[in-house]
């Protein structure tokens, strides 16, 4: 069973950068494609980006694109979402979540999912 563990959550100020990492165990993580999501208090969880599983393709909502890039090395089972010139808008818990590919920049199903990081951005 595939099990995915996010971390790198922290406090930020607007403009700063943040790294966060989805680490994969169990099953060997090429098998999936990893989405990023996040969820604002009292919101919806909503995608932001996406990667095949070869890392060859990478989709994002245009709310991030510029800013956010998602990239993967599955020689060492993890996916990393790197942050540039958050805005507090930006702040939520994120969760990856897997599956066998993406559908634009979120996974289908979410087969799999991480308990979450707490991200922060705020003066």
């Known amino acids: 069973q595939l099990q995915l563990v996010e971390s790198g959550g922290g406090l930020v100020q607007p403009g700063g950068s943040l790294r966060l990492f989805c680490l994969a165990s169990?099953?060997?993580?090429?098998?999936?494609?990893i989405g990023w999501f996040r969820q604002a208090p009292g919101k919806e969880r909503e995608g932001g980006s996406c990667?095949?599983?070869?890392?060859?393709?990478?989709y994002y909502a245009d709310s991030v694109k510029g800013r956010f890039t998602v990239s993967r090395d599955n020689a060492k089972n993890t996916v990393y979402l790197q942050m540039n010139s958050l805005k507090p808008e930006d702040a939520g818990i994120y969760y990856c979540?897997?599956?066998?590919?993406?559908?634009?920049?979120?996974?289908?199903?979410?087969?799999?999912w991480g308990q979450g990081t707490q991200v922060t951005v705020s003066s």
């Open positions: 979540a897997a599956d066998y590919y993406c559908s634009g920049y979120v996974v289908p199903q979410g087969r799999s």
């Open positions: 169990g099953i060997p993580l090429d098998w999936y494609a």
């Open positions: 990667i095949s599983t070869s890392g060859g393709d990478r």
